[in-house]
């Protein structure tokens, strides 16, 4: 089958360094996609990993290891409005659908 | 504002009703994905269209669902005979071809309520 596992909540201070982690199980696997998404916002594209290895775009950072099925991302210099719920997403198939996780729920305190 | 827009952004309609929902993506997106998401819960993929061709409907969406897109621009989901259970918000995203079509950007998307 086609899941995506993440944890549902973290907090975290502001400052500090947070990482959500990410495995997944499908047949089928292009890349792994990293989503943010404000309370009643739409989702913004963060981050994604075609590749074993680390992408870095500012404060976050995402890394893949397909051979373990699993990546997160890091999101360094926490800042109060990076609370927010992450979504991992897998692109399956060419036509580069997104299969979405259940989201982790990121709170950062002062 | 050249992002993704949807309309209307809620809808409130009762049992057994039909409802149009809009999407216009950005305007040199050839992609277009409509997705449901319910509280708690991650978008669930609906339905792909590659220009004006819809290239993947999920198979949990039944026979209710339509989409279409006209001339390979906007378009519309319509929702038959609306049960409480098509409650959610229904969300537009598009993208490029090639290389960055996995960068999907998204609208605002519609909340819909069936009483």
């Known amino acids: 089958g086609q899941s995506l596992e993440q944890p549902s909540e973290v907090t975290a201070v502001e400052g500090a360094i947070v990482q959500i982690n990410c495995t997944y199980q499908t047949s089928g696997f292009y890349g792994l996609s990293w989503y943010q998404q404000h309370d009643g916002g739409a989702p913004t594209f963060l981050s994604y990993?075609?590749l074993d290895g680390l992408e870095e775009t500012g404060r976050f950072s995402s890394f893949l290891s397909r051979s373990d099925s699993y990546g997160y991302l890091l999101l360094q210099e926490l800042q109060m409005k990076d609370s927010a719920s992450y979504f991992c997403a897998y692109n399956a198939g060419n036509n580069r659908k997104l299969i979405w996780g259940l989201g982790t729920s990121l709170a950062v305190n002062p | 504002d050249t992002g993704v827009s949807q309309d209307p952004r809620h809808k409130i309609t009762k049992r057994g009703q039909n409802v149009t929902f809009r999407c216009d993506p950005i305007?040199?997106?050839?992609?277009l994905y409509w997705y449901r998401q319910t509280l708690g819960q991650g978008p669930e993929f609906l339905t792909y269209f590659q220009n004006e061709a819809q290239l993947e409907k999920s198979r949990l969406l039944s026979d209710r669902f339509s989409a279409e897109r006209p001339k390979g621009s906007f378009s519309t989901l319509e929702i038959q005979r609306t049960e409480q259970g098509d409650s959610a918000m229904y969300l537009c995203?598009?993208?490029?071809?090639?290389?960055?079509?996995?960068?999907?950007?998204f609208g605002p998307g519609t909340r819909l309520t069936v009483t």
């Open positions: 995203a598009s993208s490029v071809g090639g290389d960055r079509s996995y960068e999907q950007y």
């Open positions: 305007s040199e997106h050839n992609r």
């Open positions: 990993n075609a």
